[in-house]
């Protein structure tokens, strides 16, 4: 019996450490973790959360920098399309320049007060949380900073904000609400970055573009400004004026917001009974040059 659920596991989640012992697990998953890429220094601490990031690239080593942002992931949704979760982590993996930002639902983690069912899940929370782990741990050492959104919330009313055991086990920042991402890198002092997941249920493209726009408005000053929850891909550019104080002039900063989509299925899952439009995986990407350029795409 033992032996045939570790061979489900593995087959359903391509977990191979944590169907063994729990005696030995966590230091297997640790032996995945590789050391962090760019010094980083840490602020506006509340509890374990760190709501302030900052980061320091060094131009002589990196000729270019991509910032990919991961979100909506709904892991362990039998919905979840996990061949382009591993294809999206094996892309970063790719190349030394390559970096992520994550925008929370990183597992779908259905409990008895979520909507839906939880025959929708192939795995229980607690057990979505250590694959997850497993899967990602290879890459951790390449996400630059976390926030939850609501299905890391699903936890609140029964154990706690999930979002803020996967960034422990993983050894990430990570933030439940927004957070702020300062990249210093040649020209850029520093290239500013703000995360959110985002909110509500708007289903026009106008509704969705709207609380993208009115967070920016909300929190002005950031290069770009990156959200999920929606699972609609869109852009949009701002250019807000900036006072020099010492040429008396104004001039006007590159402002970007993105919203990237997800990586469930429409068809098959509530998305699809909800009438909600189908999409594409479609991540927010920004490649930034130590000149002070960067340009904003969805891969």
């Known amino acids: 019996m033992a032996q045939a659920f570790s061979t489900f596991l593995q087959a359903v989640t391509g977990n191979t450490i944590l169907a063994g012992s729990t005696a030995d697990s966590l230091k ?3 032996k995945l973790r590789k050391p ?10 509340f509890g374990s959360e760190r709501k302030y990031v900052s980061c320091q690239v060094d131009p002589s080593k990196f000729k270019t920098i991509e910032l990919l942002h991961i979100t909506d992931v709904q892991m362990f949704h039998r919905g979840c399309r996990l061949d382009r979760v591993l294809e999206y982590r094996d892309w970063v993996l790719a190349k030394p ?13 259905s409990t008895v007060f979520s909507p839906g069912s939880p025959w929708e899940n192939i795995l229980e929370p607690q057990g979505q949380v250590m694959g997850f782990v497993e899967h990602w741990m290879p890459a951790a050492h390449r996400v630059l900073g976390y926030v939850g959104g609501n299905h890391e919330r699903r936890g609140l009313k029964t154990f ?10 993983l050894g990430i920042p990570y933030s439940g609400g927004q957070q702020f991402v300062d990249i210093h890198y040649g020209a850029w002092k520093p290239f500013t970055i703000h995360l959110w997941h ?14 993208l726009t009115k967070w920016m408005a909300a929190y002005p000053g950031a290069n770009l400004y990156l959200v999920g929850h929606l699972h609609t891909a869109m852009t949009i550019f701002k250019f807000p004026p900036l006072r020099d104080h010492q040429r008396l002039e104004i001039k006007s900063m590159k402002s970007a917001g993105a919203m990237s989509s997800s990586f469930l299925q429409t068809w098959g899952t509530y998305a699809e009974t909800a009438g909600m439009s189908a999409s594409d995986v479609m991540m927010a990407r920004a490649v930034l040059t130590p000149d002070g350029k960067w340009e904003l795409t969805l891969k």
């Not at 890429?37 to 601490?45: A, D, F, I």
């Not at 706690?160 to 086990?169: E, K």
């Not at 985002?198 to 609380?211: L, N, V």
């Open 97 to 109: 320049n390559r970096f992520m930002l994550w925008g929370g639902d990183m597992i779908d983690a």
């Open 36 to 45: 962090s890429v760019l010094p980083t220094k840490l602020g506006m601490s």
């Open 160 to 169: 706690g904000d999930l979002g803020l055991l996967l960034a422990t086990f």
């Open 28 to 30: 297997k998953l640790w």
């Open 198 to 211: 985002g909110k509500g249920g708007a289903q026009t493209d106008g509704g969705k573009m709207q609380m």
